[in-house]
């Protein structure tokens, strides 16, 4: 059980970096976005956005999976 416990908190870390690099490109993005005053770019932002809420709700879910099977382990 430590050892799947391992696994999945490493696939954890994978998922969380993803989605930390994502969230500083949608950031350095808006601020271009915002400066260059360019809507296509600050568009591009907003969908960006939601692809980084959807790996968020996935980590969140997969994170409560870990505790439930180390709790019952």
Excluded: C, P
């Excluded at 970096?17 to 993005?29: C, F, G, P, S, V």
């Excluded at 601020?31 to 568009?43: F, G, K, M, S, V």
């Amino acid at each position: 059980m430590e050892r799947y416990f391992h696994k999945e908190l490493g696939e954890l870390k994978e998922e969380l970096l993803k989605m930390a690099l994502l969230t500083k490109e949608a950031i350095e993005k808006a601020t271009r976005a915002l400066l260059d005053q360019n809507i296509e770019l600050a568009e591009h932002v907003i969908v960006q956005d939601r692809v980084i809420n959807n790996l968020e709700l996935e980590i969140d879910e997969r994170t409560g999976e870990s505790v439930v099977h180390t709790m019952i382990a």
